[in-house]
């Protein structure tokens, strides 16, 4: 049996830890930083826990969701009319949706310190849903997992570490060949890294 942790409970876990690795001293005076990114909402009952924005303290932001892949990409690669953006989660979240309004992609990207969620390859993992098979291919950022989700469709999972961080990017798209879904996460995956 799995039990949910709580926001609250999350909360304060993060400022534990931030505690512990940035070192917290003992006075009157009110805390530096007072706002923390609320986690995303959505019913994700029995999935495990995604990287969320990065709690306060980190000078590095996790990149914008929506500047990972542009739409005329997005056209190229799955070969379809104009598609355009609809960021989410105060850039946590992007949709990509066609001229009839459906979703034909979503990025959520994530990052939180590697004591908390492993390395890469944890993470990635950990960000893949579904029950079905997951299988991790190498060659994309720290490390990739591709997946297949019921709910959400066909997914790629990367993440990459960055000091002691770890950024998670998913892309799903509702049905999508394994080629091009690849083909996405290298553009996403390129653009995570590149300066800036």
């Given at each position: 049996m799995t039990a949910r942790v709580g926001p609250a409970a999350t909360l304060?876990?993060?400022?534990?830890?931030?505690?512990?690795?940035?070192?917290?001293?003992?006075s009157d005076e009110p805390p530096r930083h007072a706002a923390?990114?609320?986690?995303?909402?959505?019913?994700n009952a029995g999935a495990?826990?995604?990287?969320?924005?990065?709690?306060?303290?980190?000078?590095?932001?996790?990149?914008?969701s929506c500047d990972l892949l542009s739409p005329t990409r997005v056209e190229e690669v799955l070969a379809i009319g104009p598609v355009?953006?609809?960021p989410a989660d105060a850039g946590r979240t992007c949709e990509y949706v066609d001229a009839g309004g459906r979703r034909v992609l979503t990025v959520t990207v994530g990052?939180?310190?590697?004591?908390?969620?492993?390395?890469?390859?944890?993470?990635?993992?950990?960000?893949?849903?579904?029950?079905?098979?997951?299988e991790v291919l190498p060659g994309i950022s720290d490390a990739a997992v591709v997946y297949r989700d019921p709910a959400r469709g066909d997914g790629i999972a990367f993440a990459r570490a960055r000091g002691d961080l770890v950024t998670s990017?998913?892309?799903?798209i509702p049905v999508v060949d394994r080629e091009r879904l690849v083909a996405l996460a290298r553009t996403a995956a390129a653009a995570l890294d590149a300066p800036g």
């Amino acid at each position: 049996m799995t039990a949910r942790v709580g926001p609250a409970a999350t909360l304060v876990g993060v400022v534990g830890l931030a505690c512990l690795l940035g070192g917290c001293e003992d006075s009157d005076e009110p805390p530096r930083h007072a706002a923390v990114s609320a986690p995303a909402p959505g019913d994700n009952a029995g999935a495990p826990p995604r990287p969320t924005p990065s709690p306060v303290g980190n000078s590095i932001s996790p990149a914008d969701s929506c500047d990972l892949l542009s739409p005329t990409r997005v056209e190229e690669v799955l070969a379809i009319g104009p598609v355009h953006t609809r960021p989410a989660d105060a850039g946590r979240t992007c949709e990509y949706v066609d001229a009839g309004g459906r979703r034909v992609l979503t990025v959520t990207v994530g990052q939180l310190p590697q004591a908390m969620v492993g390395g890469p390859l944890d993470t990635a993992r950990s960000t893949a849903t579904g029950p079905g098979p997951h299988e991790v291919l190498p060659g994309i950022s720290d490390a990739a997992v591709v997946y297949r989700d019921p709910a959400r469709g066909d997914g790629i999972a990367f993440a990459r570490a960055r000091g002691d961080l770890v950024t998670s990017v998913d892309i799903t798209i509702p049905v999508v060949d394994r080629e091009r879904l690849v083909a996405l996460a290298r553009t996403a995956a390129a653009a995570l890294d590149a300066p800036g």
